[in-house]
């Protein structure tokens, strides 16, 4: 069983920064692309970033490039969201998801491809 454990979430400014962490546990993390969505209230769910098993390449929503960046430390089954330049609709409850498939050869951003979810931090960006 697969356990995903978000932290880092909170309060902050227009402008400011957050730095959001998934711990994982229960399988080989360093063989599974990782990734994180977000979810405002009376919306759906959507994709943010991603990072492939290898930590080699990384791919980004256009709402988020150039201000957020995706990491991960394999030896530390924690994969990181470091939020920078926040504006107030970035505000939304943030989850991390694990691929489903092991050394995926390209990274995915569809919900269905990720079979395990955390809890979800909550981010509020107020203006």
């Known amino acids: 069983q697969v356990q995903l454990v978000e932290s880092g979430g909170g309060l902050v400014q227009a402008g400011g920064s957050l730095r959001l962490s998934c711990a994982a546990s229960g399988r080989t993390f360093s063989a599974y692309a990782m990734g994180w969505f977000r979810q405002a209230p009376g919306k759906e769910r959507e994709f943010v970033a991603a990072i492939k098993w290898s930590g080699g390449s990384t791919y980004y929503a256009d709402s988020v490039k150039g201000r957020f960046t995706i990491s991960r430390d394999n030896a530390k089954n924690t994969v990181y969201l470091q939020m920078n330049s926040l504006k107030p609709e970035d505000t939304a409850v943030y989850y991390c998801?694990?691929?489903?498939?092991?050394?995926?050869?390209?990274?995915?951003?569809?919900?269905?491809?990720?079979?395990?979810w955390g809890q979800g931090t909550q981010v509020t960006v107020s203006s």
């Open positions: 998801a694990a691929d489903s498939r092991a050394l995926r050869g390209t990274l995915t951003t569809t919900l269905s491809s990720y079979a395990y």
